[in-house]
């Protein structure tokens, strides 16, 4: 299943459930840095996300929606119900999963319309560190389809760069080592949290990037290093929580979220929820 090439028949309620219990997966992972069950942060609560995911599922998963449009109904419903932005890249990444879960090939067909209701729900959230961009700006009307747009912008932001190389990072990297970790230790905790860490290891979270440039960045991705090969070779969560959590401490007094690195754990959990309920021929797409 990949979003340019889907299959199609599942139901807009069965893929309302994979969302929301994805981001219940992600939030039940100890994410240093990130909000979780575990410790709230950066002025947000686990409850916060918990009532977003509800609010923005129907939105997301309505039947025959353009992608923009499930974008930007995902995103209000979400500030409405918690009273901040919680879940703009989750919605960012989601959007087009969820619509080719339902029909395949639509993230193919998205035009400026979808641009358009895109932009106007980054604007709505206005994320840490939103700029002005020189091309594709989303604060004015969009020139371009959805996909260009975010091919322009795939050099500076992760979530932008799925939507130009299909989605690389979930279906390659995350999918492949969330399905290996969870064969290995069958909790999905510790799955998620290995997720997590070998995003943020991998690559300089974009989140952090605009909010405190590339050195902090960077700084971040090679302490996460460490942590991911001990997150890796450990077979019991309660063995490595409590370094994890005081990670997680230090990070949020410095008053850093590796919130892209979180956003895309939340994306490679949905996708392999939607494989389990895909039909065997469907999942070889």
Not at 231 to 254: F, G, M, N, Q, S
Request: proline letters at 5%; aromatic letters at 6%.
């Amino acid at each position: 299943m990949r979003p340019d090439a889907a299959p199609t028949g599942l139901s807009s309620q069965a893929i309302a459930v994979a969302f929301e219990q994805s981001c219940l997966d992600e939030l039940a992972a100890p994410k240093p840095g990130n909000v979780h069950l575990f410790a709230d942060g950066h002025r947000m609560t686990a409850d916060d996300f918990v009532r977003s995911a509800a609010a923005a599922a129907g939105p997301l998963t309505a039947r025959g929606a353009k992608v923009g449009a499930r974008i930007l109904g995902a995103v209000e419903a979400s500030i409405d119900a918690s009273g901040a932005n919680t879940n703009l890249g989750i919605v960012l990444l989601c959007a087009p999963l969820a619509a080719a879960a339902e029909a395949g090939g639509e993230l193919r067909q998205l035009d400026r319309e979808d641009a358009d209701l895109a932009f106007r729900a980054i604007v709505r959230a206005s994320p840490a560190g939103l700029g002005r961009a020189e091309h594709h700006d989303v604060f004015a009307r969009a020139t371009v389809g959805l996909r260009q747009a975010m091919e322009e912008a795939a050099g500076r932001d992760r979530i932008a760069q799925q939507y130009a190389s299909g989605f690389a990072d979930v279906f390659e990297r995350g999918e492949t080592l969330f399905a290996a970790r969870l064969a290995a230790t069958r909790d999905r905790r510790l799955a998620a949290l290995g997720v997590y860490l070998a995003f943020l290891a991998g690559f300089p979270d974009s989140h952090i990037v605009r909010k405190y440039g590339a050195t902090v960045a960077a700084r971040i991705c090679t302490a996460a290093s460490p942590v991911e090969a001990k997150v890796r070779h450990a077979t019991c969560l309660d063995d490595i929580l409590p370094d994890i959590l005081a990670w997680d401490a230090k990070l949020k007094d410095e008053g850093i979220n590796p919130g892209t690195s979180a956003d895309l754990t939340v994306a490679t959990l949905f996708v392999h929820r939607l494989r389990s309920v895909l039909p065997p021929d469907a999942n070889s797409g």
